[in-house]
């Protein structure tokens, strides 16, 4: 154990949730107080991954124009960051934890009085034949980018004819924002998903929406395509993906967009408490359920759904620098909370932007709940405005209350952002009738008279008095 005198703060990972706890907790004790010692597995730290599909599309110049905080400067503020150095054990009854430095191999015990797990999440990688080989990635750390880049210039180099092909496998949020990306990159671009729609995330008829647009833009979606083989060439690169159907697609480049998980082995191992999606479960403060100096928080977490009342794992880079925070005041000796999500996220594809917040039709059937749905097609500003764009909005609404549950948007400029105000409501607990007397801005270029959330909210209303108890 550190001396009495001077306790040690150990943090598991480099990135958004680990390194806002260890700023966070640096800012409220002084180094004489609370020693600071961070791992990192990875080249880089405090950077938005969010942001790697622009870096690989080209409007972001390179990996430096994502990384808000770099090592050195981690350091300069008292926290000793060893980068490259991945922790591979957790000795809960001894307090400590074992790492392997992974350019030399060594390894060594570090001593804790609180440690913080915020080991993130990883790409889902099915176990295929040559899902391992080489042009096959995961997007997840900018590492992953780096490695995406390197692939990408490699097949559009000298002497590569036919170079510019990709395969997108999956069609959630990480499959369409690197589906565009490549398309920006001047690539031949195939998504296969074995959904009926993009974009899982939305209802089907939601995705639907997507569906046409991406085709409308030049980019192919196959719907109901098992992916069962990763053919390769003599060099052992991929060259082509394979079907169930028979089909073979075929790829200079595959990028894994199935989606992520927990990366929580080394809290498996331990014995830590982890939920259905295997990302572990923490109370209000981010604390580690029946652990006293163990805080958790990221990617590795599961959050509570304040609307469907059941914890979820949500990897969004927004909440993990809230739990930092929430961590950072814990371990720095102040109080605060993270009561949860309702489920906001947003996206686009080239120039149609996608967001939901709240429970899709499945989840509320899934919650026992009976609802309502009511969806309209509005425009983003006043229908005479030069410019104007269609824009269709999907409400749920309980049936008995009325109570707003869930709320998910496809449309031109101006959709993806009008789902903040359905996130507010429904955080509030509101109902449609309440939400169809909020007090919007309005201007003709902004807006109709009537918000299309607003109009949702309307029709959503007269569903709900039509379905009666």
Not at 50 to 58: A, E, K, L, M, S
Not at 151 to 176: F, K, M, N
Not at 289 to 302: K, L, P, T
Request: aromatic fraction near 4%; proline fraction near 4%.
């Amino acid at each position: 154990m550190a001396s009495a005198a001077r306790e040690r703060l150990v943090v598991v990972g480099g990135d958004a949730a680990g390194m806002s706890a260890a700023s966070q907790a640096r800012r409220l004790r002084d180094p004489a107080e609370l020693e600071i010692v961070a791992f990192e597995r990875g080249h880089f730290t405090s950077y938005s991954a969010c942001g790697i599909p622009y870096w690989v599309g080209g409007q972001v110049a390179g990996p430096q124009d994502l990384i808000a905080r770099t090592p050195e400067e981690h350091r300069t503020r008292g926290i000793d960051l060893r980068m490259r150095t991945e922790v591979v054990e957790l000795d809960l009854a001894g307090s400590r934890v074992r790492s392997r430095d992974l350019d030399s191999g060594s390894e060594s015990w570090t001593d804790y009085d609180k440690l913080v797990l915020a080991t993130g999440a990883r790409p889902v990688r099915p176990r295929l034949p040559g899902i391992g080989a080489h042009g096959v990635h995961g997007i997840q750390t900018l590492d992953d980018g780096s490695r995406l880049m390197t692939t990408l210039e490699r097949a559009g180099g000298p002497g590569r004819a036919q170079g510019r092909r990709a395969v997108v496998v999956g069609a959630g949020y990480i499959g369409v924002e690197m589906a565009e990306a490549l398309v920006r990159r001047d690539y031949e671009v195939t998504v296969l998903h074995r959904g009926e729609q993009p974009m899982s995330t939305l209802d089907p008829d939601m995705g639907g929406l997507v569906h046409s647009a991406m085709n409308h833009m030049g980019i192919r979606t196959v719907a109901g395509a098992e992916v069962t083989k990763i053919l390769t060439d003599d060099e052992g690169r991929a060259r082509a993906v394979a079907t169930a159907a028979g089909e073979e697609y075929p790829a200079d480049v595959v990028v894994l967009g199935i989606g992520v998980e927990p990366r929580t082995a080394l809290a498996r191992a331990a014995g830590l408490p982890l939920g259905p999606s295997g990302g572990l479960l923490t109370d209000l403060s981010m604390r580690v359920r029946g652990q006293e100096n163990i805080w958790s928080g990221g990617d590795c977490v599961e959050v509570l759904d304040l609307v469907a009342g059941r914890t979820r794992h949500i990897p969004l880079g927004t909440h993990a620098n809230k739990h930092g925070q929430v961590i950072g005041a814990g371990v720095g000796g102040g109080y605060a909370t993270f009561p949860g999500v309702v489920g906001t996220a947003v996206s686009k594809v080239c120039d149609l932007e996608i967001a939901r917040t709240g429970l899709r039709e499945k989840d509320a059937l899934d919650a026992g709940l009976r609802f309502v749905t009511a969806t309209i097609t509005s425009t983003n500003t006043a229908g005479y405005y030069p410019g104007a764009q269609e824009m269709t909005v999907k409400m749920l609404a309980e049936r008995r209350t009325g109570r707003l549950l869930g709320v998910q948007i496809v449309g031109g400029a101006g959709a993806a952002k009008r789902v903040d105000v359905a996130a507010v409501a429904l955080t509030a607990g509101m109902t449609v009738d309440q939400v169809v007397s909020l007090d919007l801005g309005y201007a003709p270029p902004f807006s109709p008279v009537w918000d299309p959330v607003l109009v949702a909210a309307r029709r959503a209303v007269t569903a709900v008095r039509a379905a009666g108890a």
